[in-house]
């Protein structure tokens, strides 16, 4: 018999399967012996009381035996000599796609500009040691895409979007930790990772797919207002009835290559800002009310949002036991981010912490469907001329950047390529700048010991989200001009995680493969 079952215990009972047997036991008035096991389906932590406690949701067997389920991949086919789709961007969106389209008998060619994990990884240690941004190889683009170096966190509300269950077991599938299906905010790591996305590059090339690094599409091929295929930076054109647009975020050159020739885009909002740095023992004491969380306990995260001046003020991406990274695309700008490894073990804790940008912002940009890309641009070289011209970023502790105080001096920072102290009043715009300094007052009176210089404050947090949308038409995913051509994912404005970019790559592979015929 199998019996599910919802209720709250200790962290120390939760971790413990002989303890959490027992509790069950007493709780439901059961025979320990009859318990022949407790299996954990959901799991999150409610930490609003002095007693944190673990809310858990499972399914018991009583006099049943458990069977542990593998989760199976996928029977993918080989593909080798099927039509072809092309995906530009080798993310999730465009892995996703790819494999998508090989389990429902298509041949993927994935053209990605950046290097594969192993080469990138010489990049990002020019980038954070010698200051060096290479524009097709860094945090932002290779394979993987901003996911792989950047934190790997799987929590997402696209719930309505597509079927997220389905997204978190192929992760598993491919390498990632069984708890992903179980965590309330499930996360693989940085270090984790990249070991994944090279297994789905793998399988995508051992089925008769292609993956094409090193490769940057310079122009996309239209005849007659239909896709005929790609031409690449070497000169090499690839010819395609179908092309899933799945760039990403950070990729302009794309967007303007779009704007050029007349394939329509739209100006999106975004939001702009900050990634602050606190110890993850302070961020811990506040959350868990205890100086020690103990053995049991993970590092603690947050969520913060604030109404101020009018706009919406929040965090975004917070990385518990993390680290800082400098993710630039091109020389001459400071964009940063967070990441944390699977054991979230570091001193510190960041999270950006944004505010609202809207159309009106940015109209010194006039009506250009770039105007946000402009504005975003524009803030990223201010930051990047205030720490020095180099990738060392301007910084500034959190009740000095409240009161409009140069730091006299910063707390060591986990943001390798360095800080230097900047009044960062005269790096952000004047509305970006003032909402903060008050959100941050506001945040410390919801955290108590949030608001604290022991906190340093890093411009900027630039890349929350695309500053472009690429109008599609609903039903068929298709480019509302472009036959043929399907933007994608975080870079055209349809997801915004892992998660939410894996779901629309696969849905963009269904609508291309089911227009082929």
């Known amino acids: 018999m199998q019996r599910e079952l919802s209720f709250q215990v200790s962290p120390q009972v939760a971790a413990n399967s002989e303890a959490l047997k027992l509790f069950v036991a007493k709780k439901d008035g059961l025979a320990f012996s009859d318990i022949r096991h407790v299996e954990i389906l959901k799991r999150s932590i409610d930490a609003r009381q002095k007693n944190v406690k673990i809310n858990l949701k ?9 069977q542990e389920q593998k989760i199976e991949l ?6 080798t000599n099927s039509e072809e789709v092309i995906i530009i961007g080798a993310g999730p969106a465009g892995l996703f796609a790819a494999l998508r389209c090989i389990e429902l008998g298509k041949r993927p060619i994935v053209i990605e500009r950046g290097k594969d994990v192993r080469a990138r990884r010489r990049d990002l240690k020019k980038l954070n040691i010698e200051h060096v941004v290479n524009e097709d190889s860094n945090y932002c683009f290779g394979e993987g895409g901003a996911g792989t170096y950047s934190d790997g966190k ?11 269950k389905r997204i978190l077991e192929l992760l598993v599938g491919f390498g990632a930790t069984s ?24 399988t995508i090339i051992e089925h008769g797919g292609e993956v094409l690094f090193n490769s940057r599409v310079v122009d996309i091929l239209v005849k007659d207002q239909e896709i005929s295929g790609v031409k690449l930076l070497d000169g090499q054109t690839i010819s395609a009835k179908k092309v899933i647009l799945a760039t990403g975020h950070s990729a302009r050159d794309i967007f303007t290559l779009l704007d050029r020739k007349n394939i329509k885009i739209e100006a999106k909002p975004f939001a702009l800002g900050v990634r602050v740095e606190h110890p993850q023992s302070l961020i811990d004491r506040i959350q868990y009310h205890t100086d020690d969380r103990g053995e049991y ?19 975004f991406c917070m990385c518990p036991g993390g680290i800082i990274a400098p993710c630039a695309t091109s020389p001459g700008e400071i964009v940063t981010n967070g990441w944390s490894p699977s ?60 009161n409009g105080k140069t730091s006299s001096d ?12 900047v009044e960062l009043g005269s790096v952000l715009p004047d509305f970006i700048y003032k909402s903060l300094q008050k959100g941050f007052i506001e945040f410390g009176k919801s955290m108590k010991g949030y608001f604290t210089n022991e906190a340093v404050v890093h411009a900027t947090e630039s890349r929350t989200s695309s500053p472009v949308r690429i109008p599609r038409d609903p039903e068929s995913l298709e480019h509302i001009q472009i036959k043929g051509l399907y933007p994608c994912g975080e870079g055209a404005g349809y997801a915004g995680g892992i998660v939410s970019a894996a779901i629309d790559g696969e849905k963009c592979a269904e609508k291309a493969v089911l227009a082929l015929g």
Do not use: C
């Not at 799987?154 to 979007?161: A, D, F």
């Not at 910063?410 to 102290?421: D, E, F, N, R, W």
């Open 58 to 66: 499972v399914l018991v067997f009583v006099n049943e035996d458990f």
């Open 74 to 79: 996928p029977e993918y086919k080989n593909v």
């Open 154 to 164: 799987l929590y997402t509300r696209s719930k309505k979007r597509g079927d997220v």
């Open 179 to 202: 708890e992903i299906l179980v965590e309330a905010h499930p996360h693989i790591g940085t270090n984790k990772l990249p070991a994944i996305i090279q297994d789905i590059t793998k």
């Open 297 to 315: 306990l993970p590092p603690s995260s947050y969520s913060l949002v604030k109404q101020v001046n009018g706009r919406g003020v929040y965090s």
């Open 343 to 402: 054991k979230r073990d570091q001193a510190t804790a960041n999270s950006g912490i944004v505010v609202e940008v809207r159309p009106e912002d940015f109209k010194k940009y006039g009506n250009s469907p770039l105007a946000a890309m402009y504005f975003q641009q524009e803030v990223e070289q201010t930051a990047w001329a205030a720490g020095g011209k180099t990738q060392t970023a301007p910084a500034q502790r959190v009740v000095d950047f409240s």
């Open 410 to 421: 910063l707390p060591v920072t986990s943001y390798k390529p360095g800080i230097t102290s």
